[in-house]
Each structure stands twice: as structure tokens, then as C-alpha cells.
């Protein structure tokens, strides 16, 4: 089991910047890698950026890329996401989730296996 637990969200002004945190905790030493995904009300849950906890590799979503940037802390078991000059249609829950298999599909919200119980971010224009 991994537990999740996302924090920093909040509401901004178009063109701020938040950075979200998520910290990990349980069966971290098993994790392939960690995501951010993000739910606006009445859209599917999409694929924002991820990092792979071996290489640290990332991979961004285009609408987010040049913007956000993912990171990681192994000593903290902490993931974070840096979201600079933030729009309105950055608005969304936030979730943080994990994928336990090497080789998952960094876009496949069905590859992550476990999942936080997100942050709000709120982006007025």
C-alpha cells in the first residue's frame, strides 16, 4: 500500500504560481514513478506531467509544457509540481498518483495504481 497526500493548492491570479506538493508514504521503495493528473468539472481526468523515480526522467502534458515543472525529493519520499504563469484553464482538482510497474504508460491514468485525494486549484482571470 502507498498512501498519498497532496497539499498547495489554493486560488491565484492568471499569470501566478503555485507549487504543489505530494508526499508519499507506505511502499514507496516499490514505486516506478509518479504523476500529476487533473479533473476540471465536467472534463475527464487528464495527464499533466510525470517523473520516473529511477532516471528521473519527465514528461509533460503540451498544454502545461514550458510552464510546470516536476521534481522530486527522495529523502522526503515528496514529489512537487511548479506551475508558473498559471491560466484559467489551469483550474482543476489536482491529484498526485503513483505506478508501481516499470514501464508504464506515463499517460495512462489506468497505469497509476494508487492515488491522492487531491488539491484544489483555482485560476481567476
Known amino acids: 500500500q502507498v498512501q498519498l497526500v497532496e497539499s498547495g493548492g489554493g486560488l491565484v491570479q492568471a499569470g501566478g504560481s503555485l507549487r504543489l506538493s505530494c508526499a508519499a508514504s507506505?511502499?514507496?521503495?516499490?514505486?516506478?514513478?509518479m504523476g500529476w493528473f487533473r479533473q476540471a468539472p465536467g472534463k475527464e481526468r487528464e495527464f499533466v506531467a510525470t517523473?520516473?523515480?529511477?532516471?528521473?526522467?519527465?514528461y509533460y502534458a503540451d498544454s502545461v509544457k514550458g510552464r510546470f515543472t516536476i521534481s522530486r525529493d527522495s529523502t522526503k519520499n515528496t514529489v512537487y509540481l511548479q506551475m508558473n504563469s498559471l491560466k484559467s484553464e489551469d483550474t482543476a482538482v489536482y491529484y498526485c498518483?503513483?505506478?508501481?510497474?516499470?514501464?508504464?504508460?506515463?499517460?495512462?491514468?489506468?497505469?497509476?495504481?494508487?492515488w491522492g485525494q487531491g488539491t484544489q486549484v483555482t485560476v481567476s482571470s
Open positions: 498518483a503513483v505506478a508501481l510497474r516499470p514501464g508504464y504508460r506515463w499517460y495512462w491514468r489506468y497505469d497509476y495504481d494508487y
Open positions: 507506505g511502499r514507496t521503495f516499490s514505486s516506478a514513478g
Open positions: 517523473i520516473s523515480l529511477s532516471a528521473g526522467s519527465t
